[in-house]
């Protein structure tokens, strides 16, 4: 399966990720479940990131999601 793009606004940016549509999955279910807008929860994600790329940072926060489910 292919990458799927999406593109937001961070800090005064624009900017895009290309991810798997099974991580794009849960990192909407975590948006839906924090009741944020994906761009409000990719916002988040970015802020804690450090150095590491957004991409990796989105793949890495969908796996920590999806190990807390029950």
Avoid: Q, Y
Wanted: net charge positive.
């Amino acid at each position: 399966m292919g990458l799927k793009k999406r593109s937001f606004s961070l800090c005064g940016h624009r900017t895009s990720a290309a991810l798997e549509e099974e991580f794009w999955a849960i990192i909407e279910a975590e948006a839906r479940r924090a009741n944020k807008s994906l761009a409000a929860h990719v916002s988040d994600i970015d802020k804690r990131r450090g150095s590491r790329p957004l991409a990796s940072a989105l793949r890495l926060a969908a796996l920590e999601a999806a190990a807390r489910r029950p």
